[in-house]
């Protein structure tokens, strides 16, 4: 509880989590069951991370054929909950589906998407929030019941460009909204140190399941060492908690208190290992 009260990013309760995919590649060659383009081959990891402690919460093995959203659309969120997805998840009906069952989204539109303009909120005067739309989707116009969505448009300095999304959620801030795609990044680096601290860009065997389990023990090791990371007191960062972590394997020491003290000698132990005349 203390952990998670350092990491908490947002004041709002409801539980927020992210939604995307990674493609791993493999050789096709070598890989023949992992067809994905031509000439090669991948393993796609379809992943749902918890904010809560940027934990991973749910995962799907597939190839690299199969559509992100078609593994998402078999997947159940509670009620309340907030995901966050980019615009590769526009399916309006599935959209429809978790609307009807009290689950928020946060996305992007594609560019070619129909809409038409129902109303429009006022937006705080010299904000970087450009409009708060209401709008309805111009696929659900012979739908008695079309879902009201807010289309939001965010000016971003960085980037120098205006970022649209698109939200269920009839109460939070336009600047809260986008503030929740913008944390939508934590599922990237998420992808990038699990491809770069565990390894799983080359694999120890070519079968479906030697593939498969090797993926599930990395996510397995970067669930344990996401949450030392979420209760240790010391400033981590991640890669070098899994490399400090590596070496000490051999060593005796109390896991808790190395978490927070890395650099303290080691624990001497009471009896020594007694030597056998031989």
């Given at each position: ?106 996305s992007r539109l594609k560019d ?7 109303g429009e909120r006022a937006v ?15 696929s659900e116009e012979r739908h ?135």
């Open positions: 509880t203390e952990a998670r009260a350092r990491k908490r990013r947002f004041r709002f309760r409801n539980p927020l989590v992210s939604l995307d995919a990674t493609v791993i590649p493999v050789s096709l060659s070598m890989f023949d069951w992992a067809a994905y383009r031509h000439r090669k081959g991948a393993v796609k990891l379809h992943l749902v991370l918890n904010h809560d402690g940027y934990l991973p919460q749910y995962a799907v093995l597939s190839d690299g054929k199969t559509a992100d959203v078609t593994v998402a659309q078999q997947m159940e969120f509670a009620p309340g909950t907030i995901v966050v997805m980019d615009r590769g998840y526009e399916d309006h009906g599935w959209w429809r589906t978790l609307a009807l069952n009290g689950v928020y989204f946060v070619n998407t129909g809409y038409g303009i129902v705080p005067p010299g904000s970087n929030i450009l409009r708060d739309e209401e709008i309805t989707l111009v008695p019941q079309p879902m009201r969505l807010r289309r939001i448009e965010v000016w971003v300095p960085e980037k120098a460009d205006t970022l649209v999304f698109v939200t269920n959620h009839p109460n939070l801030a336009a600047s809260t909204i986008a503030a929740i795609y913008q944390d939508r990044w934590q599922i990237e680096l998420f992808f990038k140190a699990i491809k770069q601290a565990v390894r799983i860009k080359t694999f120890i065997g070519t079968s479906v399941n030697a593939v498969h389990i090797q993926i599930w023990t990395a996510l397995i090791a970067m669930l344990l060492v996401r949450y030392l990371h979420l209760r240790s007191r010391w400033n981590w960062s991640l890669s070098h908690l899994f490399a400090l972590l590596r070496q000490q394997l051999f060593v005796y020491r109390d896991l808790w208190s190395w978490l927070d003290e890395p650099f303290r000698p080691p624990i001497d132990l009471d009896q020594p290992q007694l030597t056998l005349p031989l």
